[in-house]
């Protein structure tokens, strides 16, 4: 995987898998060399039995849902109460968006993006009307490192994408040291396919690259809350509030401090990402309301 400093996310860095599911990767806010490393697509592993991906549309999509929509609290609070075992989580770190983005708290990317493909750019990044928005618009998307990093908590955050063929959504916990796959990924959100109706859940693990996931099926053009908890002893994802995903497997749980990242990345990529076409509107926006990360 191409990467450059501590810091940086790698414009190639996440994989999927060829036949159900694909891990997006992190990135670079320094210009990358994303065809330096192997193809991982074709190099693909191991131990994955997951829901296939539905094929991807060649029809025309509807119109995207207008980027500002109404985000009732109420039931914010509501799911993230609900979710989980009731564990003692403290609050240590996030981002409400309810104001200018503080820049001390992400790293914006500035480079190549993922899979090689068009730019990540400072521009496409803004925070508005209380959520933040990645904006991708012809070869131009974007994507953010968060600056606070731990090993282990709970990370959760609501988010929605809107529809459009060749841009894909990507949240996720990458490793500080760089080394990947060796020190794992935890994908908490991907959701490539023009229509947004499946979420997908991916950990990357080993120097094989093994992996092992699931993903669901709803509409993700619209709010949706997630989260995942990392745990020496099991990592466990839920949506919604409900438990979707859970692996007590040792091998599968990273040790060391990760970071979260939010991408909006661009196909083509094979049984992934398509290549934008006329029907792709003229903008399509990864839109988070809030991030929260915890600790016990």
Same mark, same amino acid.
């Given at each position: 995987?191409?990467?450059?400093?501590?810091?940086?996310?790698?414009?190639?860095?996440? $994989?999927?898998?060829?036949?159900?599911?694909?891990?997006?990767? =992190?990135?670079?806010?320094?210009?990358?060399?994303?065809?330096?490393? /192997?193809?991982?697509? &074709?190099?693909?592993?191991?131990?994955?039995?997951?829901?296939?991906?539905?094929?991807?549309?060649? #029809?025309?999509?509807? /119109?995207?849902?207008?980027?500002?929509?109404?985000?009732?609290?109420?039931?914010?609070?509501?799911?993230?109460?609900?979710?989980?075992?009731?564990? &003692?989580?403290?609050?240590?770190?996030?981002?409400?968006?309810?104001?200018?983005?503080?820049?001390?708290?992400?790293?914006?990317?500035?480079?190549?993006?993922?899979?090689?493909?068009? %730019?990540?750019?400072?521009?496409?990044?803004?925070?508005?009307?209380?959520?933040?928005?990645?904006?991708?618009?012809?070869e131009v998307s974007g994507?953010? =490192?968060?600056?606070?990093?731990? #090993?282990?908590?709970?990370?959760?955050?609501?988010?929605?994408?809107?529809?459009?063929?060749?841009?894909?959504?990507?949240?996720?916990?990458?490793?500080?040291?760089?080394?990947?796959?060796?020190?794992?990924?935890?994908?908490?959100?991907?959701?490539?396919?023009?229509?947004?109706?499946?979420?997908?859940?991916?950990?990357?693990?080993?120097?094989?690259?093994?992996?092992?996931?699931?993903?669901?099926?709803?509409?993700?053009?619209?709010?949706?809350?997630?989260?995942?908890?990392?745990?020496?002893?099991?990592?466990?994802?839920?949506?919604? =509030?409900?438990?979707?995903?859970?692996?007590? &497997?040792?091998?599968?749980?990273?040790?060391?401090? $990760?970071? %979260?990242?939010?991408? %909006?990345?661009?196909?083509?990529?094979?049984?992934? %990402?398509?290549?934008r076409d006329e029907t792709?509107?003229?903008?399509?926006?990864?839109?988070?309301?809030?991030?929260?990360?915890?600790?016990?």
């Amino acid at each position: 995987m191409p990467h450059i400093p501590v810091r940086v996310r790698a414009a190639v860095a996440g $994989m999927a898998v060829a036949i159900s599911v694909a891990a997006c990767a =992190g990135a670079d806010p320094t210009p990358a060399a994303p065809d330096s490393g /192997p193809d991982l697509y &074709d190099a693909l592993p191991q131990k994955v039995e997951l829901p296939p991906v539905p094929e991807i549309p060649t #029809t025309t999509v509807a /119109p995207p849902t207008p980027t500002v929509t109404p985000k009732p609290k109420a039931d914010v609070k509501k799911a993230t109460e609900d979710e989980g075992p009731k564990l &003692d989580w403290k609050r240590v770190a996030g981002d409400e968006f309810d104001g200018d983005l503080d820049e001390d708290n992400w790293n914006l990317y500035d480079s190549i993006g993922g899979f090689g493909n068009g %730019l990540r750019r400072p521009e496409a990044i803004s925070a508005s009307d209380g959520t933040l928005k990645i904006t991708g618009r012809g070869e131009v998307s974007g994507g953010m =490192g968060h600056t606070y990093d731990q #090993t282990y908590g709970r990370w959760e955050f609501r988010a929605r994408t809107e529809p459009g063929r060749g841009y894909g959504s990507a949240i996720l916990l990458w490793p500080d040291s760089e080394k990947w796959p060796e020190d794992g990924e935890i994908d908490m959100m991907e959701v490539p396919t023009e229509d947004r109706v499946r979420a997908h859940f991916v950990l990357h693990y080993g120097e094989d690259n093994n992996i092992v996931g699931t993903s669901v099926p709803g509409n993700f053009a619209n709010w949706h809350t997630f989260a995942v908890e990392w745990l020496p002893d099991r990592i466990t994802w839920f949506v919604d =509030g409900k438990k979707q995903f859970e692996t007590k &497997d040792p091998e599968a749980i990273p040790d060391g401090p $990760m970071h %979260l990242t939010i991408q %909006l990345d661009q196909g083509p990529k094979k049984d992934w %990402l398509p290549e934008r076409d006329e029907t792709t509107p003229d903008e399509v926006s990864l839109e988070v309301d809030w991030v929260r990360v915890y600790e016990l």
